[in-house]
């Protein structure tokens, strides 16, 4: 069979409209047993009828499209149906919002390498981007995950992580989808920020010499990386000081918190954009943030910090594409009640906005008020 050429200006324009007029994206590609565990917490049915109702309750948020570009969805969503039959791929379409769809079959723990894991998928993977790219999925996302800890990562996990990222977007650009390409260096552990910078750095030094081997169109792919955060357990780390519930933290973001918080946030941008300036080409259009853990308010402050402070700076957009930071304080308000609905989709919608600012340069506290 003779191989179709890139479609090159396609893909470099999906890349460009995922980070144009200071949107982000949505990742509400939860796989069903991560999105039962958080289900779960909050006593939700853990059933796909109660994911639907979910997804549904995101997807038909009134004014989404303002500040999101792009939703990542699972394989479970991406089929499914508004309750009055409409496709959830056509509400976000009608809603100026891009469909994309997470493709990699979850992180295995990688065999010889204990504490390590290896992302799998790519068995079959060229035939399931077909069937995304029939449903209407623009671009995609594979997630790699490396764990800080002692001995770890190893030289043999950074590299296997990264093949298997390039192996993906290589194949996605083939197919047309724009690939999202997602190192996720984790926050469990006590380790520094320091020692987050050098692992996240010859994270991203082996995942682009990767992409390069499989001649990866840079123009035409979305990186989406961690920022680079002492670990949770670390007694710098601001999660820790501020553990507690969302209002709890919120409170404490009224007492006293700006100054302190905003030297946190500095220190945070200035340590992630040197670590991408060192390892990002210039080529890539944008890199689009995971939140990982952090509150939705310490995102935002970050994210805000950095496209402040680099703000002629840098050569690629400084975007977003959380899952938890943006829909945490929505699912908590939702709780699998229909009559919830409404406040869910205000607070889904007021989290997407001020990272809209955030990216900007616009965002403050008083945002949250
Ligand atoms: P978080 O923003 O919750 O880290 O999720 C991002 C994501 O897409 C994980 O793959």
Known sequence: MEQQPLKTQELMETAKALVAD???LLAMDESNPTCNKRFAKLGIPQVVEARRDYREMIVTTPGLGECIS??????ETIRQQKKDGTPFIKVLTDAGIIPGIKVDTGAKDMAGH???KITEGLDGLRDRLKEYVQMGARFAKWRAVIDIGEGLPSRSGLEANAHALARYAALCQEAGLVPIVEPEVLMDGAHTLERCFKVTEETLRNVFIQLNCQRVLLEGMILKPNMVLPGLACSSNKEVKEAGTG????????ADRPPEEEQDADEVADATVQCLLRTVPAAVPGIAFLSGGQSAELASARLNAMNVRFKSHRPW???FSFARAIQQPALEIWKGAEANVEAAQ???LHRAQCNRAARRGE???AMET
């Not at 792009?70 to 394989?75: H, M, V």
């Open 22 to 24: 200071d949107k982000g």
């Open 70 to 75: 792009g939703a990542i969805l699972y394989d």
């Open 114 to 116: 204990p504490g390590e």
């Open 247 to 254: 209002e709890q933290q919120h409170q404490a973001r009224l």
């Open 317 to 319: 957009a400084l975007a």
């Open 346 to 348: 205000q607070a889904l």
């Open 363 to 365: 965002y403050t506290a």
